[in-house]
């Protein structure tokens, strides 16, 4: 029994062979529940889960307040606050009570006023204020302090104006935010989790679909059958593609109607793309199968060089510009992450085509290389 598909040349291409693959690939496809739920209903709680329970918006953050000498001007600094939605203000009698506090963590930032407030608050001289911030989620301070800042600047400006008194700074900030005007990063989560979402689908899957032919002894049976080697690729991954992009549509519609996120560009754009994308992940997840003959192995390899570089390295939550050079060149290998830039510029900016073109041709040439991977395993051995 050989160990290749045979292709004699009067063996052409069939497509009711092709129809016969694709029928029984579809049955398998029904008959294990696995496939399903992978396809429609993970992406339904995962875009849940994150578009719900995960936030890297600093709202409702406890912020202690110490005032030395309570004035109206004290209570107009602090009411900026109480009327904010990403603080909840909390007042201490002494420094040393709200520092305790904050090492208990049941306040993340101290806001002291001292005794000189109201006579320094307009002056050029030394701030009235003093701020401290806990460090250890080093992100969250950041955002913390900026939105602290900004409050701060706010209130000298109105403060400023009802007093008929210019203000005395010397760099004035007129901030305009593009494309998320509202900085919801659930506008910014849920366009990159679908991009997960797919290579979940179509990596996971198709790692697994060779290496069940073997596990279950019907590879063989395979083999000696006149079914070219074009024929058995496309039969398996047909079902799959439309299975990907069946989950994808739902993710899309989820994540305009159930989470508001805007969609500013072309849905044929995005449906291109998202086709480019999901051609790469079979062919990953494919080419994982034909070297693998256990599908818990091809699972675990599509987790490990699909799922998690995806989920790290694609720019979904981490910006990319701020990891070390080497993993910034490593990401580079991800398809992930070409996907990824353009579904959230597709969301939120509109058809950019230099970002789209560019991350599409990275794409087409990813795809390509797995897929000759394939026919150049395949011909060889297919083990």
């Keep these: 029994m050989t160990d290749h598909f045979s292709t004699p040349a009067h063996n052409n291409f069939s497509p009711q062979r092709l129809k016969g693959i694709v029928r029984k690939e579809s049955l398998q496809i ?117 939105y602290i800042l900004s409050i701060w600047q706010l209130w000298l400006s109105r403060t400023a104006q009802v007093q008929g ?40 899957l198709t790692a697994m679909v060779v290496a069940r032919e073997w596990e279950r002894g019907t590879m063989e049976a395979i083999l000696v059958t006149p079914v070219r080697l074009s024929e058995f690729l496309l039969g398996k991954l047909i079902p799959y593609f439309i299975l990907g992009m069946g989950g994808m549509l739902l993710s899309v519609a989820m994540a305009y109607w159930q989470f508001d996120v805007p969609f500013r560009g072309s849905f044929v754009v995005l449906f291109f793309s998202s086709t480019l994308f999901m051609l790469t992940c079979l062919g990953l997840g494919l080419f994982i199968s034909t070297i693998t003959r256990s599908q ?63 991350n599409c041709a990275y794409l087409i040439l990813m795809s390509l290389v797995f897929f000759a991977l394939i026919m150049k395993k395949s011909h060889k051995s297919l083990e």
């Design 30 to 146: 029904l008959r294990d529940p696995s496939s399903i739920a992978i396809a429609f209903v993970l992406p339904v709680v995962l875009l849940l889960l994150f578009g719900y329970g995960v936030s890297l918006d600093a709202k409702h953050v406890p912020i202690g307040f110490v005032v030395e000498t309570p004035d109206t001007n004290t209570q107009s600094f602090i009411s900026m606050f109480k009327h904010s939605d990403y603080f909840e203000p909390q007042q201490f009698l002494t420094t040393h009570k709200a520092k305790q506090a904050l090492k208990e963590r049941k306040i993340f930032g101290i806001v002291r006023l001292r005794n000189d407030f109201s006579d320094q608050m307009l002056s050029s001289g030394d701030s009235p204020i003093e701020l401290l911030v806990n460090g250890v989620d080093a992100n969250q301070a950041r955002i913390t302090e900026g």
């Design 165 to 204: 008194k210019p203000l005395q700074v010397p760099i004035t900030i007129d901030q305009r935010v593009w494309f998320n005007s509202a900085l919801k990063s659930r506008n910014y989560l849920v366009p990159g989790l679908i991009a997960v979402i797919m290579t979940l689908i179509g990596a996971m």
């Design 296 to 358: 818990f192995v091809a699972g675990e390899v599509s987790i490990l060089v699909s799922f998690l570089p995806a989920f790290i390295l694609s720019g979904f939550i981490f910006d990319i510009n701020s990891m070390p050079p080497v993993i910034q060149w490593l990401t580079y290998l991800v398809p992930a992450k070409y996907f990824v830039a353009i579904i959230q510029s597709t969301f939120l900016a509109g058809n950019v085509w230099p970002i789209i073109l560019t």
